[in-house]
């Protein structure tokens, strides 16, 4: 079982930054991949980035350039550090964790993760 708790998120003024956190429960947390996903009003769950077991990173082409995920396993947390934030960008951000080995890195399916954070709400006002 793991657990996953987000934090970080709030309100900021279009242009600025946010760097979000999630804390994870469990020893093997290092073998994780890793991602964030976001959820709009009305929107689909969408996938923002991903960061495998190696550290190689995976970012959806709306983020590229802004956005920066990590990991740092001695604290079992992940990031995502959020940069020219764009009202558009305002959602729930999700955490969650693909324990399964055998996923292929990276996958943008919400399927492949098998434990979610609660979400953290971002609001980018213009």
């Known amino acids: 079982q793991v657990q996953l708790v987000e934090s970080g998120g709030g309100l900021v003024q279009a242009g600025g930054s946010l760097r979000l956190s999630c804390a994870a429960s469990?020893?093997?947390?290092?073998?994780?991949?890793m991602a964030w996903f976001r959820q709009a009003p009305g929107k689909e769950r969408e996938f923002v980035a991903a960061i495998n077991r190696g550290g190689s990173t995976y970012y959806t082409d709306y983020v590229k350039g802004r956005f920066t995920i990590s990991r740092d396993n001695a604290k079992n947390t992940v990031y995502l550090q959020m940069n020219s934030l764009r009202p558009e960008d305002t959602a729930v951000y999700y955490c969650?964790?693909?324990?399964?080995?055998?996923?292929?890195?990276?996958?943008?399916?919400?399927?492949?993760?098998?434990?979610w954070g609660q979400g953290t709400q971002v609001t980018v006002s213009s």
């Open positions: 969650a964790a693909d324990t399964n080995p055998s996923i292929v890195f990276p996958s943008r399916t919400k399927g492949a993760y098998d434990y």
């Open positions: 469990g020893r093997t947390f290092s073998a994780y991949t």
